[in-house]
């Protein structure tokens, strides 16, 4: 387990330096006696066989992950899938990718010159989903990517990190329930995306999500530098099916306005 807490040490370390409102808002939760359990990683790419989902994900499942659910999103242009560990303690890790096929020869091109300067190692790596952007890319060629695609734009800008971690609103013990949190949140000024209503999902979906909005930051490019947003703290409560088991599972529609938390605004 050494290495996978290795992953995830820097996993955290780098999203928090990153995105200081989410350890602001960690420390804020911890402050009232809690102890925070993730809930979930997310991490995005580019569905380039060299750098694709199942490439990122095999890192996870060499760490003793297995892969548990399926996921397509048509209108963001993403597959995805999620990873559990056979020790539930562990967080879950969900792998999306954009979907090049659907687009057209621009942002296709654009992709191939960014991947294609992928130093022919690196995806073999055991810490791939910690190691940055490791592409040059222009400020022109990233506001080319966002006219077609905020994902791709973001994975353009950002590589290979975590995108959010998730609370699992399930393990606190001072907040009743997901909209109580999302009113201590606002009270303490951190802005939510309300992108389908402030919570996305419900107990019929056995899973309820909120989310910040992505704190911006400047980033250089090869030309100069822009402020653009970067990651979001995620809140995940989930809900007992039929069987009697916690659904652990996504719900897409959820998802995909999740996903509009890193959009720019």
Known sequence: MTQLNDLL??????????????????????????TIHNDHIALRTFGDKRIGMDVL????????????????????????THYEHADQSMPKVFVSELRLDVFGD??????????????????????????GRPWSISIEEYETLR??????????????????????????????????LNAFLKANGFALNTAGGEIKGSPDDYLEQSSTLAGEVEVEFADGKLTIPACYYEFARRYMMPSG????????????????STDRR
Do not use: C, M
Request: glycine share 6%; aromatic share 14%.
């Open 245 to 260: 088991k916690q659904f652990n599972g996504f719900v897409a529609k959820s998802a995909d306005k999740i996903f509009q």
């Open 106 to 131: 621009t942002l296709r091109s654009i992709v191939a010159e960014l991947v294609d300067q992928v130093p022919a190692e690196l995806p073999r790596q055991w810490d791939l989903p910690a190691t």
């Open 147 to 180: 006219g077609e695609s905020e994902y791709a734009a973001w994975v353009a800008a950002f590589g290979f990190r975590a995108n959010h971690f998730t609370v699992d609103v399930n393990a606190l013990k001072t907040f009743a329930d997901l909209p109580e």
């Open 57 to 80: 994900g095999e890192k996870f499942v060499n760490l003793g992950y297995e892969p548990r659910g399926f996921y397509t999103f048509t209108e963001k242009h993403l597959y995805a």
């Open 9 to 34: 040490t820097r996993l955290w370390d780098d999203y928090v330096a990153l995105n200081p409102h989410a350890l602001q808002i960690h420390q804020l939760i911890e402050s009232r006696g809690e």
